[in-house]
């Protein structure tokens, strides 16, 4: 399979249906296409060929979705970078994956004028954007509009569809290698598990250089529906893009959930036009996802678990484990069963499978499991193992094959000998009313190795004692489980994905510690 093949369907079939919103813009299939082609073109005018890599810097927009489309058009490797990086990040990752050319937007512009951004190989640099383009640099537009239409290449199968670099927030970033094959596998095998018709509006919110948000562009260009994309998440305007367009489908991280239902613009009227909510990315607090499903009866949720080695989705959660009977069963909490195109095991540090009930490792396999990582062969080679891809998240499976994250295991908390899951901490302190936000972590204890350490945000106007917040924890966890330190803080951080940051959380408490 490649990727295009939805986008010549589009074009045969409805060539004037809109398929990308973006603010008041509305770009056709037909007009997508043709930009495209042209910006393929472009990439042979920059002398690049196939298999070579491009990266863009830049926030979702209908230019982000042209480029990743001409990349596979052209056979030219795609590189999305993290715009939440640092400079040094960002020219770390474009001297790993050998970029001949990087495409920005006026955010970073700054950045590639002055030349802080170059690398050994970076040959081009071309700014998509409305601001005036300096000296040294190339415009998009301009290089389109001197440049005829490419034939598409149609390269698919094992031919590398993107690069994608992980978010490093559990250690220096690697790029991740997912073919056409791959993200076909995942996003076919999701769409016969979850039907997709191209009636529906999507919403696209979450930034294209993670799995997740590229994966809604390959679903969106297969089914040929339109998607509504914003620059970045915020809760008021996913509200306001609801509303105008009348969204039938959106995608969130469980922080995005809680910001959406806390936002002083939600109500159920607000979001009458949405028909399903797909959340994974983290696991989402018992009491949010109540709260949530609570706020809006009438919407289909749906849990997937994936990673971007997998080119997203591995399990899913349907939505009549939503209601009371997945309340009735617990399974309201799985990350649900594996989908058509994986096989899942949960195993032992030695690689047999445990019994079901018992917590150990998930492993993957199947045709949407990656290539390996960009120039990381050892690391590859410790990943990929005899077939299956080691997730390094911790999980146990009931007797129907459902799965019940836990953990990533090295976030996993060992206090006196006894193993801590972050997440069943979280939990707990999620039920106190007046708990907006929280995050646990492990720091350094000169007796027990490690202690369960809470930080907290409160929602407004509400003041708590730490020593509060823990008691309530007792009633439900056994005492080694419960937090013995409890900071109060005005935020969490959070990575641009929407994941707490919690290597950022533990660094005070372990930079002093062999």
């Not at 474009?94 to 955010?107: H, I, R």
């Not at 690069?163 to 559990?170: E, F, K, M, R, V």
């Not at 991740?176 to 009636?199: C, D, I, K, Y």
């Not at 909490?333 to 490792?361: F, H, M």
């Amino acid at each position: 399979m490649y990727l295009t093949q939805g986008l010549h369907r589009s074009v045969q079939r409805q060539p004037d249906k809109v398929a990308v919103i973006h603010g008041e813009r509305q770009t056709t299939y037909r007009t997508l296409y043709d930009r495209a082609c042209r910006l393929a073109a472009v990439f042979t005018g920059l002398g690049m060929n196939t298999g070579d890599r491009a990266a863009i810097l830049a926030h979702n927009s209908t230019e982000y979705v042209e480029f990743i489309l001409a990349s596979w058009i052209s056979g030219i490797i795609p590189v999305p970078l993290n715009t939440r990086w640092s400079k040094k990040e960002i020219r770390a990752a474009l001297d790993d994956c050998g970029a001949s050319a990087l495409y920005v937007d006026d955010s970073f512009l700054d950045f590639a004028a002055g030349r802080e951004l170059d690398t050994p190989s970076l040959r081009h640099i071309v700014h998509m954007g409305t601001k005036e383009t300096p000296d040294g640099l190339k415009n998009h537009e301009t290089l389109l509009r001197s440049t005829a239409p490419a034939a598409d290449k149609r390269l698919g199968g094992d031919h590398l569809a993107v690069i994608l670099y992980t978010s490093g927030t559990t250690g220096q970033p690697k790029g991740v290698m997912l073919s056409h094959g791959n993200f076909g596998a995942a996003a076919l095998a999701r769409m016969a598990e979850v039907p997709s018709p191209s009636e529906g509006i999507q919403l696209n919110a979450t930034p294209m250089f993670h799995v997740a948000g590229l994966g809604r562009l390959v679903q969106t260009v297969i089914t040929g529906a339109s998607c509504v994309i914003l620059r970045q998440f915020r809760p008021e305007d996913v509200l306001d893009a609801v509303a105008r367009h009348k969204i039938t489908d959106l995608l969130l991280v469980p922080s995005m959930i809680q910001m959406l239902l806390d936002c002083p613009a939600f109500s159920p009227t607000a979001v009458s036009s949405v028909t399903r909510i797909v959340y994974g990315a983290s696991p989402i607090p018992a009491p949010l996802l109540d709260r949530a499903v609570a706020a809006m009866p009438k919407v289909e949720f749906l849990h997937t678990y994936g990673m971007t080695e997998t080119a997203a989705t591995v399990t899913i959660n349907p939505g009549f484990n939503h209601g009371p009977e997945g309340l009735r069963t617990g399974r309201i909490r799985s990350a649900g069963r594996c989908g058509y195109a994986t096989e899942v095991k949960i195993v032992d540090p030695a690689g047999n499978e445990v019994p079901r009930g018992t917590v150990g490792e998930i492993i993957v396999r199947g045709p949407l499991v990656m290539q390996g990582y960009w120039n990381r062969p050892e690391e590859t080679d410790a990943t990929l193992r005899d077939g299956w891809l080691y997730t390094g998240d911790g999980a146990w499976m009931d007797e129907s094959g459902y799965l019940f994250v836990v953990e990533r295991l090295k976030d996993m908390i060992i206090t006196g000998g006894e193993n801590v899951y972050s997440a069943e901490v979280e939990n707990a302190l999620s039920t106190h009313p007046a708990v907006a936000m929280c995050a646990v972590i492990g720091v350094p204890h000169p007796t027990w190795g490690e202690a369960v350490h809470a930080i907290v945000v409160l929602r407004d106007g509400r003041a708590v004692a730490g020593t509060e917040l823990s008691d309530h924890c007792r009633q439900t966890l056994a005492g080694y489980k419960c937090p013995k330190s409890i900071e109060i803080k005005d935020f969490i951080p959070i990575s641009a994905t929407g994941k707490i940051l919690k290597t950022v959380l533990r660094k005070p408490f372990w930079d002093a510690t062999a």
